[in-house]
């Protein structure tokens, strides 16, 4: 069974700093790509950074040059470094992963973590 399992979210002021890890486990022969989403309390979910298998990225307009996503292929796990943290980063962080899956016959999946709270003090 894959699984997708997020740790590291928080309590921080202002202008601090967390570091999110997603860690995959399970049959997974492949990440073709994989990402951070975040939905604050009445907000749609929205995309907040990428990572692709060739380590090119992405980033929403509001966190860059403030968060930086990077990937550890021997470990399948991906993490979000967010610094000068502000209050409108507090939601709830998802990892995201399309993943290379099947035992007899190879397919990409779309996966979710369960989810990891970040909160931003003023």
């Known amino acids: 069974q894959v699984q997708l399992v997020e740790s590291g979210g928080g309590l921080v002021q202002a202008g601090g700093s967390l570091r999110l890890s997603c860690a995959a486990s399970?049959?997974?022969?492949?990440?073709?790509?994989m990402g951070w989403y975040r939905q604050a309390p009445g907000e749609q979910r929205e995309l907040v950074a990428t990572?692709?298998?060739?380590?090119?990225?992405n980033y929403d307009d509001s966190v860059k040059g403030r968060f930086t996503i990077s990937r550890d292929n021997a470990k399948n796990t991906m993490y979000l470094q967010m610094d000068s943290l502000k209050p409108e980063d507090t939601a709830v962080y998802y990892c995201?992963?399309?993943?290379?899956?099947?035992?007899?016959?190879?397919?990409?999946?779309?996966?979710w973590g369960q989810g990891t709270q970040v909160t931003v003090s003023s």
């Open positions: 399970g049959r997974i022969f492949g990440i073709s790509s």
């Open positions: 995201n992963g399309v993943l290379v899956v099947g035992d007899y016959r190879r397919y990409t999946a779309r996966y």
């Open positions: 990572i692709f298998s060739g380590g090119s990225t």
